[in-house]
Each structure stands twice: as C-alpha cells, then as structure tokens.
C-alpha cells in the first residue's frame, strides 16, 4: 500500500472549511424547521438518534450525544411534553428510561431529514462510489473515540 501524500497547510485548511460550509447547508433547511417549534439542533439530535434507536436508553443516548444529563433533561423534556417522544420504564430494571418516537416525531423526524438524505444521496451520485467509501474513511478517521468507530463496523441499516 503507498503512503499517501504529503498534505500541504492549504489542504488541510480547505479541508475544515469545507466541514464548516457542508455542516451549515446540512443543517439549514431542518434548523428553520425545528425553530417552528422553538427547537434546535439539540433536540434534531434527540429525534434523530431516538427514531433511528427505537427503545434506546437515556444513558445510551447520553452516550451518543456526549452532552450533560442536564442539557439531556431540558431538551428531552420539551420533546415529551410536546408528544415527540415517549418515556417508557425498562421492562427489567423500572428505574431504566426506554425512548421511542410518537407517531408526531416519527413524521418531524421524516420531515427533518428527508432534505438531508436528498442530499446526501445527490452527493454521492455525483462524487461515485470510490469517494463515497473514501468519504466514509474520512469520516470514520475523524471520529476520535474507537468504539464510536467500532458501531460503523457493525452498521447495517
């Protein structure tokens, strides 16, 4: 396998910047959504994972976002008592708190991501599939916690 490259200091700069610009036109669209609600990219988030991971826990979900209980229990909060989530005691362990997406969240959950899988989708398309699995590298190198990495290894949907 050949070593890769040198990167130049222009390179890397372009590189973050491009994250910069990628992330703000991602987001756009979902953000003036969610405001509708007086929701943000915290509560995104929540929706995302939780419809993504129907009956995870509050601490598996604590896990992904890597945010204070706190913050966790401010958005969640908002997100329940407006009928987005349901909290369900564990079946097991009652004091454990199962989340899943009421049939509202599941449509605010399809509604905020259908621009950003149009995208993503577009992208691909465009860029072929050898930069879409290097994409994917990137990506994966970026993530700085190994077991973070370890779940795209086992990743099937």
């Known amino acids: 396998m050949a070593s890769p490259p040198s990167l130049r200091e222009t390179e890397l700069r372009q590189g973050i910047e491009l994250l910069f610009y990628g992330y703000r036109d991602f987001t756009h669209e979902p953000d003036a959504m969610l405001a509708k609600y007086g929701f943000g990219r915290a509560h995104h988030r929540v929706i995302y994972f939780v419809g993504r991971h129907p009956g995870m826990s509050v601490t598996e979900l604590l896990g992904i976002l ?41 449509a605010l959950e399809r509604d905020l991501s259908e621009n950003q899988r149009r995208r993503v989708a577009r992208a691909y398309r465009e860029a072929g599939p050898d930069a879409v699995e290097g994409f994917r590298k990137v990506m994966l190198a970026i993530i700085g916690d190994v077991a973070d990495r370890r779940h795209f290894d086992r990743e099937t949907k």
């Open 66 to 106: 890597r945010i204070t209980k706190q913050s966790l229990s401010r958005v969640l909060g908002q997100l329940v008592r407006q009928g987005f989530v349901l909290q369900t005691p564990g079946s097991r362990d009652r004091r454990q708190r199962l989340l899943e997406l009421t049939k509202n969240g599941l």
